[in-house]
């Protein structure tokens, strides 16, 4: 099975820093308790000095991850704000069928809305339905594996 870590790098920012990171280790953390042998794709291992790339090697980038987000099972979301970075990646997971788990209170947002399978209000409601093996049962309400849930 194969996670995907999406979230906000740099948000609304108008610098060259980034919001804060830690989020993406409590997930890989989360994630590799309650199944050890998932692939966990982080953007931030991957390419951790991105915001300050090029042109061309930030729209490389950028592509890539939209990409690599979907070619996961499993897209987890991160967004304490908006992110339109995440949004794309949201975007194309969906459409190639993956489950979306998103960590927000803005559980209202149309991207988070319509395009999750479960919204979570804080990192811990994440960690007990992942604990709990919410994840299997959502996969077997949707007729088994990875896809949308039929509604």
Known sequence: MRFFIAGIMQGSRQDDDICDQDYRNRIRDIVSLKYPEAEVVCPMELYPDSVGYAYEEGKATFLD?????AEADVLV???P????GTAIEMWQAHGAGA???T???MADN???KFLSDRVFAT???FEQFI???GLAEMSAASNGGPGRPAH
Do not use: G
Not at 65 to 69: D, G, V
């Open 81 to 84: 704000e908006a992110s339109m």
């Open 65 to 69: 991850l939209a990409h690599r987000a």
């Open 110 to 112: 149309w991207v988070i």
């Open 99 to 101: 489950h979306i788990l």
């Open 103 to 105: 960590i927000s209170r």
């Open 77 to 79: 979301a991160y967004l």
């Open 131 to 133: 604990a709990s093996d």
């Open 123 to 125: 990192m811990e409601q």
